[in-house]
């Protein structure tokens, strides 16, 4: 209850809100409501998520411990939801509400490919678990349709904007986005909040050197449904399957997989990814694609898979070269 705003008449005059004559309001200096305090502990609630896919996780507590639980369940290792066990995917979506200088202060603490902290003024009226609703609830509906397209310009229903001076401009914007938190704003002047950037909090590697790897959701989403089309091509089609070396020769109608024949199961399969938008340069996937039996293991194959994902336009840079008159030909 911290987090919830105390203000009047944020329409104004000619939005139809005034204050009734007489009527004089008193509010604390932070103008938020005070008092509460704890918070959650995530160990029952992870237990009973199981294996049960929840791909986006809306989480308006943003300390520390609630984010290293949350990372830990979501993250790379044997055990977590992006691990070879597990293979459940998903992101943490959340907010953060402060000063700018506090914000690049905190962001630079973060540092998780699968939590996603958005930025919000202090002046924002909504509460912070409304922010991360509208986020969360947004990116979920867009990365269903289409988990490689980017999020800018998607708007945050039903959140109101903070007032215009309370706002931060273009330049903070930026630095915020670089210090691995996304970021939203007016869109192009409407007064209506908008997604302007789904940055996650990933920023070093484990040598602590930078690395933009997992920068941005859409990368996390584009590799959770390749890996899914990957997964579900191969055990559609070989469920049962015995598995012998390439060159066997083996009668018509048997339930026999070679290598060559799994290496052609994911090109055929790459190609269809590369014409629904998720994936690019097939040829050089072709060239880079190994698939052979197992040197310990009899029963397994094993494979180097290298996707090239597609990527999204963000930018658009133009160098402006300006003529008064271009030179008459001769």
């Given at each position: 209850?911290?987090?919830?705003?105390?203000?009047?008449?944020?329409?104004?005059?000619?939005?139809?809100?005034?204050?009734?004559?007489?009527?004089?309001?008193?509010?604390?200096?932070?103008?938020?409501?005070?008092?509460?305090?704890?918070?959650?502990?995530?160990?029952?609630?992870?237990?009973?998520?199981?294996?049960?896919?929840?791909?986006?996780?809306?989480?308006?507590?943003?300390?520390?411990?609630?984010?290293?639980?949350?990372?830990?369940?979501?993250?790379?290792?044997?055990?977590?939801?992006?691990?070879?066990?597990?293979?459940?995917?998903?992101?943490?979506?959340?907010?953060?509400?402060?000063?700018?200088?506090?914000?690049?202060?905190?962001?630079?603490?973060?540092?998780?490919?699968?939590?996603?902290?958005?930025?919000?003024?202090?002046?924002?009226?909504?509460?912070?678990?409304?922010?991360?609703?509208?986020?969360?609830?947004?990116?979920?509906?867009?990365?269903?349709?289409?988990?490689?397209?980017?999020?800018?310009?998607?708007?945050?229903?039903?959140?109101?904007?903070?007032?215009?001076?309370?706002?931060?401009?273009?330049?903070?914007?930026?630095?915020?986005?670089?210090?691995?938190?996304?970021?939203?704003?007016?869109?192009?002047?409407?007064?209506?909040?908008?997604?302007?950037?789904?940055?996650?909090?990933?920023?070093?590697?484990?040598?602590?050197?930078?690395?933009?790897?997992?920068?941005?959701?859409?990368?996390?989403?584009?590799?959770?449904?390749?890996?899914?089309?990957?997964?579900?091509?191969?055990?559609?089609?070989?469920?049962?399957?015995?598995?012998?070396?390439?060159?066997?020769?083996?009668?018509?109608?048997?339930?026999?997989?070679?290598?060559?024949?799994?290496?052609?199961e994911l090109i055929a399969e790459y190609r269809?990814?590369?014409?629904?938008?998720?994936?690019?340069?097939?040829?050089?996937?072709?060239?880079?694609?190994?698939?052979?039996?197992?040197?310990?293991?009899?029963?397994?194959?094993?494979?180097?898979?290298?996707?090239?994902?597609i990527n999204q336009l963000r930018r658009f840079?133009?160098?402006?070269?300006?003529?008064?008159?271009?030179?008459?030909?001769?």
């Amino acid at each position: 209850g911290n987090d919830i705003r105390m203000e009047d008449n944020l329409l104004g005059f000619y939005g139809g809100e005034k204050m009734p004559a007489g009527l004089v309001l008193t509010y604390s200096g932070s103008k938020f409501l005070a008092g509460g305090a704890g918070v959650p502990t995530w160990t029952t609630a992870i237990a009973n998520m199981g294996d049960s896919a929840y791909r986006w996780f809306a989480c308006p507590f943003n300390d520390s411990g609630s984010y290293t639980s949350l990372d830990t369940e979501y993250g790379f290792s044997d055990s977590g939801r992006w691990g070879w066990i597990r293979q459940v995917y998903g992101e943490v979506l959340s907010g953060y509400r402060d000063t700018y200088s506090n914000l690049m202060t905190w962001g630079a603490t973060l540092n998780s490919p699968v939590i996603s902290s958005m930025a919000w003024e202090v002046a924002t009226p909504a509460p912070l678990w409304e922010c991360v609703a509208a986020y969360t609830a947004r990116a979920a509906g867009a990365f269903v349709i289409d988990p490689a397209r980017p999020l800018q310009t998607l708007t945050l229903d039903g959140i109101m904007l903070a007032p215009k001076a309370s706002r931060f401009n273009k330049t903070q914007l930026n630095a915020l986005a670089q210090t691995g938190m996304a970021i939203q704003g007016d869109q192009v002047g409407t007064g209506i909040s908008e997604i302007l950037r789904e940055q996650s909090s990933y920023q070093k590697n484990t040598q602590g050197i930078a690395d933009n790897a997992y920068e941005v959701l859409t990368t996390l989403e584009t590799l959770a449904e390749v890996f899914t089309r990957l997964r579900q091509s191969v055990s559609n089609k070989y469920p049962r399957h015995k598995l012998a070396n390439d060159g066997t020769r083996f009668g018509p109608g048997q339930a026999i997989i070679t290598p060559n024949v799994a290496k052609a199961e994911l090109i055929a399969e790459y190609r269809g990814m590369e014409y629904d938008g998720l994936v690019e340069n097939t040829s050089t996937f072709i060239a880079n694609l190994v698939v052979v039996r197992s040197s310990t293991d009899p029963n397994t194959l094993e494979c180097v898979y290298p996707p090239d994902l597609i990527n999204q336009l963000r930018r658009f840079n133009v160098l402006a070269q300006f003529r008064l008159q271009f030179p008459i030909a001769a």
